[in-house]
């Protein structure tokens, strides 16, 4: 099954989930049986006249397959990072896309820390980059090349991208913000004070609906990523007490119809019907949107792999440009 198949069955369990538990998983759909051999075919049925019809066998029914919500189990739930003030996190460090790299060991899974070339740390903002499923951290560190994407922005930030879900099976490694950063602060790396933007793609919208409520966060980027979560980005942009300081973007692919029903709520959102080849193609109201929701182009993977819609949209933020 695909990512696109899985996130559509496990997203109505999470819509109304997020208002009482905002952790609950759902599990990956039973797989289906066996193959077996064919039992030879035995007639020990009643006979019938040749002029009486047999009645057709009652059709199987099949119920759809569906994601399941479940309890959390002690051995389904990962410990999460909390900051004791004193120890330090075990990391690495090297160069990679002409910028420093980190590597910081978690008990959430490694968490990679990238800055580029040219950062000046006092005027730098940071950005939190969630990845889908069917990946990690270092998948998509690596497949993704998110560095060089990043590289490509041209924006002086530091750029935070942790483990996160990759099927419906695991829990959201990082339900807080808050516990993200302090890791980072424990592994001797100091964040900058600028503008904070939170993007994520797929099933990223797990993780990302649980921040909506950090104080820091200005602005989020959904990458084919609005499966479920909308009262939380209602919170984010529209019913939150920080509401009015907030934007949020939109991109869309497998996502068309349920991100343009959001954007339909909002009589201040902003719409396009495709990207535009690079971010000067944004006009001035769309970048200023509080609400801005594009219909894209490209496919679903093909979002965070063609290497031009991240560094486009990072573009369209508040961060400062190298």
């Known amino acids: 099954m695909n990512s696109f198949a899985a996130l559509v069955l496990v997203a109505a369990s ?3 989930a997020y208002a009482d538990d905002p952790t609950i ?13 064919p039992a030879p075919v035995v007639d020990e049925g009643p006979v019938t006249s040749p002029t009486e019809t047999p009645a057709a066998p009652e059709p199987k029914v099949v119920p759809p397959r569906r994601a399941r919500m479940m309890d959390p189990s002690p051995r389904s739930m990962t410990p999460r990072v909390r900051d004791d003030g004193q120890s330090r996190l075990d990391k690495t460090e090297d160069e990679v896309a002409g910028g420093r790299h ?24 940071t950005v939190f980059y969630v990845h889908g499923y069917w990946t990690d951290a270092d998948g998509a560190w690596r497949e993704h090349q998110l560095a060089r994407q990043f ?23 990082w339900p807080a913000l808050t516990d993200l950063r302090k890791a980072v602060t424990r592994a001797n790396i100091k964040l900058p004070d600028g503008p904070v933007v939170v993007m994520g793609h797929s099933g ?5 609906m649980q921040w909506v409520d950090h104080r820091a966060v200005d602005k989020i980027i959904l990458l084919d990523a609005m499966y479920a979560g909308e009262a939380a980005f209602d919170q984010f942009i529209g019913s939150g007490k920080r509401a009015e300081h907030h934007r949020l973007i939109v991109v869309a692919s497998n996502t068309a119809a ?47 792999t063609s290497k031009k819609v991240i560094p486009m949209l990072l573009r369209v933020t508040s961060l400062k440009s190298l």
Not at 25 to 37: G, I, L
Not at 204 to 208: G, L
């Open 204 to 208: 990223a919208f797990r993780t990302i």
């Open 151 to 173: 590289k490509a922005s041209r924006q002086n930030a530091m750029f935070v991208v942790p483990d996160a879900p990759s099927s419906n099976e695991e829990r959201v490694q």
């Open 258 to 304: 349920g991100s343009r029903s959001f954007a339909k709520r909002y009589k201040f959102a902003v719409t396009r019907d495709r990207l535009p080849d690079s971010a000067n193609g944004f006009s001035r109201r769309e970048r200023s949107a509080k609400l801005l929701y594009v219909r894209s182009q490209y496919e679903h993977m093909a979002i965070v």
């Open 25 to 37: 998983d759902a599990s990956a759909p039973e797989e289906p049986p066996a193959a077996s051999e």
């Open 14 to 16: 999470f819509t109304a």
């Open 102 to 125: 980190w590597r910081i060991k978690t008990a959430q899974g490694a968490v990679h820390v990238w800055v580029p070339p040219g950062y000046d740390r006092a005027t730098a903002g």
